[in-house]
Each structure stands twice: as structure tokens, then as C-alpha cells.
């Protein structure tokens, strides 16, 4: 997301074929142009052009009410990144003094409390308390791998699974990580795609030192937002090389399970599974096969496809924080994708995103649709020998 | 205007009614680079609602533009004249698919490809297949008489239209046709309304024929040095009796913008590909066809002939062909996608009169088309923030008028006329059939509130 080196007039690229309405989540559910890619970059176009000579918080809404999912992007013929251009129009809004509140006080909580959800930043490490053994990654000040938490895993109860999952791996697997606790602080992508990059820098400078502190080699993360803005922002942001590599858990534990340094149970019960591809750690970071690597080394799991996957993937509801602007819409797109997975048959749905997972979770809940919902690290921490073995 | 605003917001609900800027400003545009602003843009859910909204602007005497995905190249669905952009796109739901019949019956905001899927599924085919099948509307498609590739072989949308139910411009609900493959009971209302572009009524459901699926398909890609071999070739492949599924041809800086977009390998010395299609239910006869047009295509100077291995090749290069008119973009920040057809023989002078055009003015024209129906799309790319490309494209478009008529072929295959073409219809049509036309006009729509104009001078 190098969001600087976007061509001024790229908008003009488009040329309103409407091919993007086919594949925006947002259209789809409504129906309605005006949630459209092509509308969107008709009203940017609208704005320059002095059609649209004074935004309102209307025009502002249009721009808020996207996942910023990348969907129309990569079906885009005409080679339009609206995505990003649909971000930076973001921040032209925010400059305009347009942001919608809920939108506002997000980034207020960040820059205040170093987290989205606006507690003291010491309880980061809550998720930790009721493991049987305090992780040992805990306090450590010198390691090759950080863990990375991410907000929504480390202070959303109901995600501390995959948090609690994924350090349960590393130990197993014998893998020398930090975790940085307090001095962990949102990773800044909230912040940025709600208009807020210059806000971010400072956060970004932040999270890069702690990690130069602990000399590590590596950063990983189990959030895709996390793993998408460290590895393709950080550098440009700062406008320096990071020193160190940034992989997804899907990367590492699938190198790991490849490796065979995760010894697996061998009764291992035979499951249907389909695999959700989150946007940021697919269609925008580029990392496709770990997931389905992970699935395929583990016995008695078969991986049946939606018809929306990969590339082509279909956004949870949850992308671009439309969670917080309009959550009913953010809703009913979740429970469009869950329909799409359990019509494949499969009684599992997999994704690889405390956020996928929540918004799956919930829209099947609500709509009564007969599938489980599981982050990938519960499927290969379940896979696993038990310890006492 | 406030007036009927009230009005319809009282009658179809707020949500459906929509009047704020931004919204206008999405229901301003087409395909094309046009734009004018409706005052209000209506989303009904049924023929009812339709009717109740054409009624409220007859008698305000407001024009009313039926809209599908705006994915038209003619400006058609632009209401220049302001008024009541409707929108078709929530009526969307397939009634009856009877399987024994071969028809179903969609309402008209269904997307043309989501309905081609369900009836796939289903062991069944619905031929026709305009490049825009994901975003366009089989309201749109009948409105247009949209064809595709495929046409050659299978025909246009208007060969598979056994049904209309139309709202009438005073707001009176028609229904011809049905499911009889034979009727003679008074005029072909049906035909009427393929093509009429939104002039004559609103669409709201179509009863549709559809075909047993061709089980078996063969696609070639095939490789030529010369753009003027590959328009013979053209010709020759069906003077040998083979009629292709399809038959697309694209010139050179068509592969290279697809090839920009998509990487796909395809050869960047050459300057045209045809891509043919054989296809039917006797696998032996489908193949013997292929290795047919494989064996004439060298004789006429194809380099080289590829036959896909696997249905993702297939589904690759169609893919690439779809994307041949938005890729463009890629090269100028316009393009103006002409449509004219010309009779076969015809198709190398016209593909070498249009290269001459562009040569002299200056301006790219990329050839692309349905070179098996004669149909071409030559295409000029410019910038039109630049008055005097603007002022070049203009009189280009007039040449190539003139060369599809003096090649005894016309203006559309099936883009259709819209605002774009419609200085040039005198020209196309002559008096006697524009008076005529003009009287059908009158007859349906006298108060002049359908997509006004639209098509007729
Ligand atoms: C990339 C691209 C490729 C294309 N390829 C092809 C192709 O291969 N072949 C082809 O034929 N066309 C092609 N087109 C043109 C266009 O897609 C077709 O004309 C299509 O039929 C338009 O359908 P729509 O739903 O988008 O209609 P719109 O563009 O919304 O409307 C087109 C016209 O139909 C009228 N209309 C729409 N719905 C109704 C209705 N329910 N009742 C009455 N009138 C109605 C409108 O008033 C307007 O006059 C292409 C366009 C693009 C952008
Ligand atoms: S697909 Fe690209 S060119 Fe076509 S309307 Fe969408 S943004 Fe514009
Ligand atoms: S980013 Fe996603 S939601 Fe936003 S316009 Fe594109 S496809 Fe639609």
C-alpha cells in the first residue's frame, strides 16, 4: 500500500465499464450504484472536476461505506487501484473535517491509548492469564521471532483464542519469541485508513524499535491488517529498509508443519473444511498457499473451495472498519459469505484473522447457519500431540 | 419536479427514491464518457412499481430513462434531458424456469451472466454473450439486441426473446409473445421492443428460449504476422462450411494491452490472433472442425495454432477477450469504441481503410471484434482534455461511417444508436424507414417522455 506513489489523475483510468460492480460486496448487497467502485470514483472525479464543488458528510459516507477490500481492484481491466484511490480519498475527507464520528474517536483511542479499544495498554497481556503456564515469551528482551498480538487478539476476549492458540504452537514447536507486551501498540492501520497517516508515523517508529531492541529477525503476525501494513507501509512510511523480515502465522506455521517440528496427533478425525481468504493476507498481501499448505499437511482435513476464493475472494463484512461506520451493512455482507461457505457442504469455515472470524462467527450465529467458524491456528493447535505426551 | 418527488417517495418509499447529488451523480453515466444528471433516481422492486412511476411522470410530463448497469457504449442510458433515472437493477429475480419447455422467465434486472449460470447448472444454455455479460442486464441486452461472440453460431439476444412484459409510456402494463415457438396472432410486438432502447417501453420481465448445452467445445488460438491474412482468414474458415461457436480477431495493440493486464504469454510479434470456437454435442465432429480451422488458418499464414488442453485455458482466454475494450485504458485516458459491421468479404479492406484513417490522423485505432459476423470494433484512443484530439476523433468517426457504408455495411451490430450515433442515422436508415419509425414513436410514446432523445434524429 504505497499509497504515495498513486498517479494524481489515475481516476480518469476509469472508464465505467461497471465490470467492479460484479465482484463489490457493497453493491452486491444493495444494488444500488451509488455503492458502487464506479460511483465512488465517479464522485471522486465529481469533486475534482467541480461538479461536486462541496463535499458533505453524505459524499464523505459514500467513501466509509467500503471495505476498502481490494475487490474491485483486481477485477479492474483498466488497471484503476481504487482501493487505494478510495483510501487517500479517505483522507481527503478527514482533511475536510468529513470523518464520521465513530470513525474520529477510533483514531482518538489509537493515538491516546496505543490501542483501538481505548484500555489501559498493560492489559495487552490479559489474554495470557488463565494459560496454564505463563508463555515464555513474556518479558523476554533478546529473540530471533517477535509475536506480534495486534489489538483484537490481545484485548477483544472473545479473540484471545487465536492469540492464546498461536503462542501455544510456538512453544511446542521449540520457537525462541518475544512478546512485547505494553510496548506493543496498534500497528497504525486503523489510524491510516481512516485518514490518519501522518498520525500513524509515530506508532510506526514506535513498534519498529521495539522490535530492533530484541535484535529479532523476524516479526510475525496473526492479523492480516497487522502483517499487510508492517510489511508494505512500515518501509514506505519511514522511508527505510526495517532490518528484519515480516511473515503471517500462515508462513511460519506452514514452514514449521513442513519442517516437522510440530508432531501431530495420529488419530486425527476426518473434516470438511473450507478456507476463507481474509483480504489484506490474500488479494492484498499476495499469500495464497501457506493457509492451504497448513490444511494439506494435516491428516484427515479435506479443503473444499467457495467459488469466491483466493483473488477472488469475497470480503468477511469486516474490512475498512465499515464495522464501526454501519454495522448492519458490515452484517449482512458477513452473512452473504456465510452462506457461500456452507454452500460448498463444508461444516467448517476457516479463516486465517481474529477479524474474519469474529464477523463469520457472528453472522452465523444470527442467521442460524449450520457451520463452525475456526481461525487456522485452532485447527493446527487441535491437530497437535497433547504435551503430556 | 418537487411535486413528483413527493409524490413517489410517498407512493415507493424514501429508499427507493433517490435525490441527493451523490446519488444523481452515480445514475449520470454510462459506458461511454458522457454524463448528464437525472433529477431523481427511481429503484423499483416490480412491474407495479414501474407502472405507478411511469404514470406519475406522464402526467407530469417528466422523461423517464430505464437503466440497467449503464454498461451501454451509446450514451442511451444517460438522461440528458433530466427527469427520472430508473433504475432496473433490483428487479433481478428468475419466476419460472421450465425445464420441458426449454424458457424461463427473468424479470429485467437480472445480470445476463448470473442468469447464464443458473441455467448451466441446470444442463441448459442461454447463447448469447455480449463481452459485458457480468455487467449488463438482459433488459439492457433485449434493449440493445445485444449480441457476443457466440452470435455467430447462436444468434443475438433477439433470437431467444419469446416474451416481453413492458410498462407502456402511459403507464398501462403490455404482455406479448409466449411460450409457442410459432405465433402469427397480430403484429411481432415482441420484435418491436428488441432494440428500441428504452424509447418505446420499459422492460420488466422477458420470457427467454433456451438451448440443450453444447457438450462439447474446442477454442484455437491462432497467431498471425499479418493483420490482412488474419481478416482473410476470416472468410475462408467459413466459406469452408464450418460455422465456428465463435470467431473473434484482435489486432496487435489489442494483445498487447490484454497482455499488459493480464500476463497471460500471449505473442507480442504478431500483428493479429483470431481466437475460433467449435462446439456441439458430437465430440468427433467438434474436433474434426478445429483441426479444420487450425489447417486453413496456416494455409492462410498463421505462425502458429494453439488448441486450449484444459477448460482453465479456456476460461483464461475468454477472459482475455472480454477485457480487450477496458484495457485499452491502459494506453490513452480515452477511447471511443466504434461497432460498425461490414459483410465478410468486405473485412480485410475495411480492417486496411480504418489502419489508413488512424495512420493519417495520427491517432491510434485498435481493431478488435466478432470478425466471424463481420461486426468490428475499431477503437480510437485519445485524451480529450486535448480540444484539437477531440476535434480529430470526431471527424475520424464520421470516415469510419463512411467506410462501413460504402462497404454496404452499417453503423451497429449491436451497441446500438443512443445519443452517439444519431446524427448518422439519416444517412444509415433513409427517409421512408426513419418516417416509419418516427410513426411507431409517436404511436407509443406521443408525449415524448421515454428516454427522449435517444435514437431517432
Ligand atoms: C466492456 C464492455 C464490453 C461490451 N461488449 C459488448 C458486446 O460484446 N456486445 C454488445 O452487444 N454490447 C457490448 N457492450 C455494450 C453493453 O454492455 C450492452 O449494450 C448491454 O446490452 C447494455 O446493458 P445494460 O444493462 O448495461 O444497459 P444500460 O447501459 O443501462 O442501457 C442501455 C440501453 O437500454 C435501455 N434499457 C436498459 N434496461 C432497459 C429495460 N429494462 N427496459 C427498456 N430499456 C432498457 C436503456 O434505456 C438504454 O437505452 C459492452 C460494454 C462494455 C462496457
Ligand atoms: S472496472 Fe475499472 S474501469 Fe471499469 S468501472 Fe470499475 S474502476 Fe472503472
Ligand atoms: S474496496 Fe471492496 S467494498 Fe470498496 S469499492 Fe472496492 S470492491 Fe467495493
Partial sequence: MTNNDIRKDEYLHCIRCGLCLSTCPTYQLTLKETDSPRARVALLRAMREGLLERPTDYTAAQYFRCLLCGACTFICPSGVTVDRLLELTRREMAELGLMPHPLVALNERVVEHHNISGEPNENRLMWAENLPEPPSGIGRERAEVVYFVGCVSALFPRSYRVAQSFVEVLERGGVDYALLGEQEWCCGYPMAINGGLDQARETIRHNVEAVRARGARLVVTTCPSCFYFWKHTYPVALGEELGFEVVHSTEFLADLLEAGRLPLRPDLPEQVVTYHDPCDLGRKGGVFDAPRRILAAIPGVTLVEMEENQEGSHCCGGGGNLESFDPEMSRAIAARRVRQAAGTGARVVVSACQQCERTLFNAARTERIRVRVKDITEIVLDALESRDQ | ?457
Avoid at chain 2, 10 to 29: C, F, M, W
Fill in chain 2, 1 to 457: 419536479m418537487e411535486e413528483l418527488i413527493v409524490k413517489l417517495k410517498e407512493i415507493l418509499g424514501p429508499d427507493k427514491v433517490l435525490t441527493s447529488l451523490e446519488d444523481r451523480i452515480a445514475y449520470s453515466y454510462d459506458g461511454t464518457f458522457a454524463q448528464n444528471l437525472p433529477d431523481v433516481a427511481v429503484l423499483p422492486e416490480s412491474t407495479d412499481e414501474v407502472a405507478v412511476v411511469v404514470q406519475i411522470a406522464a402526467e407530469h410530463r417528466v422523461p423517464v430513462v430505464p437503466r440497467g448497469m449503464a454498461s451501454g457504449l451509446a450514451g442511451a442510458s444517460i438522461p440528458f434531458s433530466g427527469g427520472i433515472a430508473l433504475s432496473l437493477t433490483r428487479m433481478n429475480r428468475i419466476l419460472e424456469l421450465d425445464e420441458g419447455n426449454r424458457t424461463v422467465r427473468v424479470e429485467a434486472g437480472i445480470v445476463t451472466a448470473d442468469l447464464q449460470a443458473y441455467v448451466e447448472e441446470r444442463g441448459l444454455f442461454y447463447p448469447p454473450d455480449p463481452s459485458s455479460n457480468r455487467q449488463s442486464t438482459i433488459g439492457g441486452n433485449i434493449a440493445c439486441n445485444a449480441g457476443g461472440p457466440r452470435c455467430l453460431k447462436y444468434g443475438v439476444t433477439g433470437d431467444y426473446v419469446l416474451g416481453l412484459t413492458v410498462v407502456l409510456a402511459d403507464g398501462r402494463v403490455l404482455e406479448t409473445g409466449g411460450k409457442a415457438i410459432k405465433n402469427v396472432v397480430g403484429y411481432d410486438l415482441t420484435s418491436l421492443f428488441v432494440g428500441s432502447e428504452g424509447t418505446l417501453g420499459v422492460i420488466t420481465e422477458a420470457l427467454l428460449k433456451l438451448i440443450a448445452k453444447p457438450q462439447f467445445v474446442r477454442t484455437a488460438r491462432a497467431e498471425f504476422p499479418s493483420l490482412d491474412d488474419a481478416s482473410r482468414t476470416v472468410n475462408a474458415i467459413l466459406s469452408a462450411g464450418i460455422v465456428p461457436a465463435t470467431l473473434e480477431l484482435m489486432d496487435e495493440t489489442a494483445i498487447e494491452c490484454i497482455e499488459e493486464a493480464m500476463h497471460l504469454g500471449l505473442p507480442l510479434d504478431v500483428e493479429a490472433m483470431l481466437i475460433i470456437e467449435t462446439d456441439g454435442s458430437d465430440e468427433e465432429a467438434v474436433v474434426r472442425e478445429i483441426e479444420a480451422v487450425a489447417r486453413i488458418c496456416r494455409e492462410n499464414g498463421a505462425r502458429a495454432v494453439e488448441v486450449a488442453q484444459s477448460e482453465e485455458e479456456r476460461a483464461e482466454l475468454w477472459r482475455a477477450r472480454r477485457s480487450v475494450s477496458p484495457s485499452l485504458a491502459r494506453r490513452a485516458p480515452n477511447k471511443l469504441g466504434e461497432d460498425i459491421t461490414v459483410p465478410l468479404s468486405a473485412i480485410p479492406e475495411a480492417v486496411r481503410r480504418i489502419k489508413e484513417i488512424s495512420a493519417r490522423y495520427g491517432l491510434p485505432i485498435v481493431i478488435f471484434g466478432h470478425a466471424g459476423d463481420g461486426n468490428l470494433h475499431p477503437n480510437i484512443l485519445f485524451d480529450k482534455r486535448d480540444p484539437e484530439q477531440w476535434a480529430r476523433v470526431e471527424s475520424m468517426v464520421g470516415e469510419i461511417f463512411d467506410v462501413a457504408l460504402e462497404l454496404e455495411g452499417t453503423l451497429s451490430g449491436e451497441h446500438g444508436v443512443g445519443t452517439l450515433k444519431r446524427p448518422y442515422m439519416e444517412e444509415a436508415l433513409g427517409p421512408v424507414s426513419l418516417d416509419v419509425q418516427r410513426r411507431i414513436k409517436q404511436a407509443l410514446d406521443p408525449l415524448n417522455i421515454l428516454n427522449p432523445g435517444k435514437v431517432l434524429p
